[in-house]
């Protein structure tokens, strides 16, 4: 926070002369219910010169500036392409390399074309699905659809436009229909409870009531938005091509910010972003209702919402926000989502809402034996800190006691496992790494300006010498990606995870706006996310892009799908700097072997294989967005897809030997805390599953006992006899 900071007290003042007339002149103009051009145009010329200042390395804002924010605009506005018809593109475009000039001059005329066509273009669809919805739809007729909207042309007039929209809302209810058909032949629902048995001709004109009762609503919320809801999005297209971490937080959205900043979730306890029209799952909140229920899983893409027992909504195209919305409620209601697995296959999920605890972000640990030998894994979810309070507890104050434990437990050797870990705090880091060596660099910093800084560990005590595994996958980023790199350069741990880390090697810092206005006459301005400084590995490389290379690669079943930050079009460049000075990790004497005796294991094994040929599947099916629509084949679909998943169910049916155990301490606690013992069970049994954990035990036992495993524990039993 300091860089971004001392920027804004060397820039204030450029700032302030810059807006004081505009703020004047904004002050009388008359205010619109529905947003202010005028606080737009300010908020235009605010976002684009503190970016311009603080950002790391801005963008030129010239014509190719210009088509880069005209792609993601017109994209964010209609992803699916069932909105605009080609003549409003045509339209457009005439401003494809004039945006960069109206940014420039505060000229709205480009976002008030756009938007002005989006609300009259939306307000025609509404007619479009109530016509195809009114009649019986025939599912008899062998046709399809294809779904890769991103590479599909726009309609040419509405004769095709509507043609797009029957085929979407077919799909759509014929999913439905099968569902039904599905859940009517077993005789039961989701909670066992009988099902009236009802003709073809009944079911099929409930999923259409269902469909317009869904669009109606979602139509709704999307007129529910305002000029400014809008005008975000075109902020955010502009934002988003300096890099794809700098974005505008509007008043709205700054507020949920601060709470997800505190770290305490209330809903389902799942993250979510949106793909083009869909709102996927990206991660399960450990403790969380979603989590508990072992049915939801990062990857799925929620189709539907339902409140209870009420008619699900479908919120394809809707929102992220309002997505969001829908999906929460009040503690002890239920929402059932209706989701498409990456399999392709549809499930309906029923998950009681609840307050996923704070607690379920902080590190904990647990201790495993493999032949009589104790080994301890330490889990961190995130970085956390608490900037406002120096004496509160952080990841590191946390890790350190965790290590402190596992050693008083006799532990051989520690696992530190990032793996879904976003990152957080640089300091927290910094310490993480110093419990692991003795003095030495962890992490090298740069600004905007060029200066380089080294982040050192100046602790000469060294909490943990022995072996220690750091796992990671697609999802550790940031600081994740700091500490495993800084392990990795000492080779002062092996990294056990997939092919690579996340790639986000850029720091971003939030700006709130309002602190460069006076007074409350321009109302609340939000604030802007912005990338300030970038890091680098020790040896001088970044981990833009790269990410952390594993020393061991284990199959994953997201290898091949495109979800790293080196898939995103414009993201920052790799590069590299001079190393620090650092001395590589003297006491490891087995550290080649471990590798080589894991990359044999790996290589021997039957179910890593099966992983690796799931995983190729999922990306065969990721790029397979064509769709029957004549019911039977529709039906043959989906029961193809069943039984080829059948083939990889012992993925998740897999178990280890090994058994998983709480500290003494925790063990306790758990006595007198059923919560906290439901949630430690649940987590060591998610353990005994984990095959990645498995390896990462197997590593640690040759880093401690090498070649001479059979020698050395033989020795250690003699000196416990003799002693």
Known sequence: MNAIVNFMKRHFKKILVVLVVAIGLWSFMPKSKDGDPEKDKLLLELLTYVIEKGHYNPSTIDDNFSKGVYKEYIEALDPSKRFFLQSD??????????????????????????????????????????????????????????????????????????????????????????????????????????????????????????????????????????????????????????????????????????????????????????????????????????????????????????????????????????????????????????????????????????????????????????????????????????????????????????????????????????????????????????????????????????????????????????????????????????LAAAMQDYKRAVIVGGKQTYGKGTVQNVIDLNQFVRGSAVGDLGALKTTTQKFYRINGGSTQLEGVKSDVIMPDKYAYLKMGERDIDNAMPWDKIDAAQYKIWPNQPNYDYALTNSRKRIAASAQMKLIDENAKWLDERNDDSTFSLQIDKYKQEQKHLDEVNKKFKSIADYSNTFEFKSLPDEAVQMQTDATLKEKRQRWHESLSKDIYIEEAIHVLDDLQHGSNKGVTNQVKKEKAIKS
């Open 89 to 482: 593109i045509d339209a457009f475009s005439v401003y494809e390399t004039k945006i960069d000039d109206q940014i420039m001059n505060r000229d709205l005329t480009f976002f008030n074309l756009t938007y002005n066509r989006l609300v009259q273009r939306m307000e025609e669809s509404r007619t479009y699905y109530r016509e195809i919805l009114e009649n019986p739809i025939d599912y008899r007729v062998d046709e399809s659809i294809n779904t890769d909207y991103e590479n599909a042309p726009y309609c040419k007039d509405v004769a095709a436009l509507k043609e797009r929209w029957r085929k979407q809302v077919k799909l759509s209810t014929l999913a439905s229909l099968v569902e039904k058909q599905k859940l009517q032949e077993k005789g039961t629902d989701k909670k066992d409870a009988k099902i009236e048995v009802k003709s073809y001709e009944e079911l099929e004109k409930e999923t259409r009531e269902s469909a317009l009762k869904s669009l109606n609503e979602n139509f709704d919320f999307i007129k529910d938005l305002t000029r400014s809801d809008w005008f975000s999005v075109f902020i955010n297209a502009i934002t988003t091509r300096f890099d794809p971490h700098t974005s505008y937080f509007a008043p709205d959205e700054k507020e949920r910010f601060d709470v997800s900043m505190s770290g305490k979730l209330e809903g389902i306890g799942a993250r979510l972003q949106k793909k083009n029209d869909f709102t996927e799952i990206t991660e399960l909140i450990s403790g969380g209702p979603a989590w508990r229920g072992k049915e939801l899983e990062a990857g799925d893409v929620v189709l539907k919402v339902a409140q209870g027992n009420a008619e699900p909504v479908d919120v394809v195209g809707m929102r992220l926000d309002d997505v969001v919305k829908k999906i929460k409620g009040p503690k002890g209601t239920e929402v059932r989502l209706t989701v498409k697995k990456q399999d392709g296959s549809l499930k309906v999920i029923s998950i009681i809402r609840d307050e996923v605890e704070i607690e379920e972000t902080y590190a904990r640990s647990s201790v495993v034996e493999k032949n009589g030998v104790k080994y301890g894994i330490i889990y961190l979810p995130k970085f956390y800190i608490d900037f406002e309070n120096k004496d509160s507890r952080d990841a590191a104050k946390d890790v350190a006691i965790e290590v402190e434990k596992l050693k008083a437990a006799g532990v051989q050797g520690m696992i530190v496992d990032v793996r879904d870990n976003g990152g957080g705090s640089l300091k927290t880091v910094v310490d993480i790494g110093g419990l692991f060596i003795d003095q030495g660099p962890i992490v090298q910093v740069r600004s905007a300006a060029g200066r380089k800084e080294v982040l050192y560990d100046r602790n000469p005590k060294v909490a943990w010498d022995g072996p220690l595994v750091i796992m990671t996958n697609e999802f550790s980023a940031s600081a994740s990606e700091i």
